[in-house]
């Protein structure tokens, strides 16, 4: 297989690759910009509250386990 020639780097395409990088510069300015004033203008919601505890435990007072909803739980297709 034959080496690939170089490629040339002339005055001018470094011209187009600067201009390119001044344009996409100019770009991602105005998008902060935009970014910015959107943060600034519409603040960010509050989160909602944190969720309550459950109202009713898995257990009976005394600590025993209540058989109803574990037996249910057994039941429960895998």
Known sequence: ?????PPRVTPEYLQLLAADLDRRIDRLEQLADAARLRQALYAAPEPPPAARPRRFSRQYPGGRLNP??????RRRPR
Do not use: E, G
């Open 1 to 5: 297989m034959a080496d690939p020639t």
């Open 68 to 73: 109803w909803r574990t037996m249910r739980l």
